[in-house]
């Protein structure tokens, strides 16, 4: 059986002010760490009581069992660990029975104290293999292996405060806090709808036909921590979920967001979100099809099935004490202007639907998107966070070897953008303003600003690893497009009349050069008119892609 703690921890942090005055002072003296933002996310939920039964980052004992069995040691279901995951390092440095402050990476607030339980090593494969399934393509085992620390520490909590936010206050209510609230109402009955998507109209539709079927009300409860790598931020989401919460029957619906950071574990996690949302006070909830699965890999392979999380969560249900609604997919019926459960639909009825590439095409392209998909409001919203390609700002790295003619066709391609009417700023970055180590940021920023950027580093080359993490960076606020120019070194060498080879950044330069393989464009600049077909292959290639029309 699961009862909600009701944030013991909460309460502390709320009533206990002596308790509280004392472990401020003594995290002062303490040695601490600074979270990650997915540790930042597990914490506030430790804390305010929404992931109840845990007190504490997982033990040894506790993380073994929910990865081989789906509980907790105590035996109490539970299925993703929660761990305070280190490097090798800072694990060394603390030892059992030691306390240590937990502090917020934003402003070094102190927000817990652990008490050192045990510090383990974890045996990285097999969690990946029982918690994920083991593809390596899958972005909790990438994060896992790539990015996690080797070593875990498990413990009890002591609380000194929540994280603060300072976006949409209002919405973000404790579990405490929103079973309150449902009593006050005399809501009985509440259907939990997750979600870190946009919401459209169907949406609405099959979250209005759960809650009718049930007699019940509704939480929209989105996600707002981490998510999946490429999801819509949840400033433009939240947004969003303000103009659809108005949508509903007045007083049918209540917002209220979770600072969730998801694993996309897909069944092991619809059953961590029933749990979660049997504690934010939740009697019903909406499982989807593929619910909090990844999608495919890069053989279009699913992670998982499609019902693969109803199975596990109606396995549990008894146990969770949380009634699963099945997610009924709807579609609209154009001749009779309504949506409809697609299994409802007459064989030979007509239908219309937009799925997610098409939507994003739409967006990209600024081609009409409507009304009976979603609301003006939403789409203006979306439009606002994702403008047509035209406006979309760019980043196109020359990649080459020195005096490659990286540094002419720059200029002459810089020229070339800023006489187009665009309405787009053009910015020339090269070595006279290159900066390896704000690069990422800068580009990032640009970009995402709308602006064209040209990268174009002639002879202070990056290496892979830079030229790596500025791809990684970049293609997160847009698109990075690379163009390999193939110049061969002796022409390179020939065209060098300073001696820059012959000195030992020049050496350095041919050393660590690398052909980007999965350039999207080449060229090789070793004509003297090389450069104009160059230009030409470039541009052709932009207007494709739908930056400029012409």
């Known amino acids: 059986m699961l009862t909600p703690h009701g944030g013991i921890l909460q309460d502390l942090i709320e009533r206990d002010f002596p308790k509280k005055a004392a472990l401020i002072e003594e995290s002062a003296t303490l040695k601490s760490i600074n979270l990650t933002d997915r540790q930042l996310c597990d914490l506030e939920l430790i804390l305010n009581g929404g992931f109840s039964p845990l007190t504490g980052f997982n033990t040894k004992a506790d993380y073994e069992s929910i990865c081989d069995n789906m509980r907790l040691a105590s035996g109490q279901i539970w299925s993703i660990p929660i761990t305070l995951d280190v490097s090798e390092e800072t694990a060394k440095s603390f030892s059992e029975g030691e306390r240590i402050v937990l502090r917020d990476p934003r402003d070094d607030a102190p927000l817990a104290i652990i008490t050192v339980a045990d510090v383990y090593k974890p045996n990285k494969q097999e969690e990946a293999k029982k918690v994920f399934r083991g593809d390596p393509e899958h972005p909790a085992i990438r994060y ?99 103009e659809i919460i108005k949508k509903y029957p007045n007083g049918m619906a209540r917002l209220s967001l979770l600072p969730l950071a998801m694993r996309m574990a897909g069944d092991r996690e619809a059953v961590w979100h029933a749990i979660i949302r049997k504690n934010y006070g939740a009697t019903h909830f909406i499982v989807g099809r593929d619910h909090a699965g990844p999608g495919s890999n890069s053989k279009g392979v699913d992670f998982y099935g499609p019902y693969d999380a109803q199975t596990l969560v109606e396995k549990f249900a008894s146990e969770l004490e949380i009634e699963v609604v099945p997610f009924r997919m709807v579609t609209y019926l154009p001749d009779e202007e309504r949506y409809s459960p697609i299994d409802l639909v007459p064989a030979g009825t007509k239908t219309c639907s937009i799925s997610g590439t098409e939507l994003r095409k739409r967006l990209r392209d600024g081609t009409e998107i409507p009304e009976w998909f979603s609301y003006p409001e939403v789409v203006k919203i979306l439009r606002t966070a994702h403008p047509p390609r035209p406006a979309q700002g760019f980043a196109l790295y020359l990649s080459g070897l020195p005096f490659s003619g990286v540094h002419a066709l720059s200029y002459a391609l810089q020229a070339t953008f800023n006489q187009f009417q665009a309405g787009r700023h053009i910015t020339l970055i090269d070595d006279s303003n290159l900066n390896k180590e704000s690069l990422p940021f800068v580009v990032s920023e640009l970009v995402r600003s709308g602006a064209g950027v040209i990268i174009a580093p002639a002879t202070d080359i990056l290496d892979a690893a830079q030229y790596s993490t500025l791809k990684k960076s970049v293609s997160k606020a847009g698109s990075f497009i690379t163009v390999s120019i193939d110049t061969k070194l002796d022409v390179c060498k020939a065209n060098d009349r300073s001696g820059f080879f012959s000195t030992e950044a020049g050496e350095k330069a041919v050393s660590i050069y690398q052909t980007i393989e999965d350039a999207e464009l080449s060229a090789d600049l070793t004509e003297h008119y090389s450069i104009n077909v160059a230009i030409q292959k470039i541009v052709l290639y932009l207007e494709d892609q739908g930056f400029f029309k012409f």
């Open 144 to 242: 896992l292996l790539d990015t996690a620390g080797d070593y875990y520490i498990g413990g009890e909590l002591d609380a000194i405060s929540l994280p603060k936010h300072y976006d949409y206050t209002e919405f973000r209510k404790t579990p405490a806090q929103l079973r309150s609230e449902f009593q006050s109402r005399h809501w009985n009955k509440v259907v939990a709808f997750q979600t870190r998507n946009p919401m459209h109209r169907a949406h609405r539709e099959l979250t209005v036909r759960a809650a009718k079927d049930k007699l019940a009300n509704l939480l929209i409860h989105p996600v707002v921590g981490l998510t999946k790598p490429g999801d819509i931020d949840h400033h433009t989401r939240v947004k969003v979920y303000q």
